[in-house]
């Protein structure tokens, strides 16, 4: 569901390209499967989308717990999704985060 040109933005790191973001998923899929990385709360709301004809820019609030390393922490970020249509399926070509209080 992301396009082949899928550009990752986080607002602690350089963006990431589909492969990179693909790795990075990979391994936080291995962490929660050891126990390693516990998510013990995910939660997304404030959601806006705005539709152009083929662009769609989604834009929330995430709100996650978890628990890595038996160190818990809770974070809020602002984020912004885009959205294209193609071959009339709708993918992900960007995203980017933003932590807030």
């Known amino acids: 569901m992301i396009t082949d040109s899928y550009i990752h933005t986080n607002g602690h790191s350089k963006s990431i390209d589909k492969e990179s973001w693909v790795s990075y998923l990979q391994n ?9 990385l516990l998510v013990n709360d995910y ?12 662009t769609a820019i989604v834009t929330a609030r ?3 717990m978890q628990t890595k390393s038996g160190i818990s922490e809770e974070n ?3 984020v912004t999704n885009i959205w294209v249509k ?6 992900r070509a ?3 985060d933003t932590k807030i209080n």
């Open 62 to 64: 995430v709100k996650v």
């Open 76 to 78: 809020n970020y602002r």
């Open 43 to 54: 939660r997304i709301d404030e959601i806006e989308i705005k539709i152009y004809k083929v």
């Open 94 to 96: 960007g995203f980017q």
């Open 86 to 91: 193609e071959s009339g399926t709708w993918k």
């Open 28 to 36: 936080r899929k291995t962490d929660i499967d050891s126990g390693h």
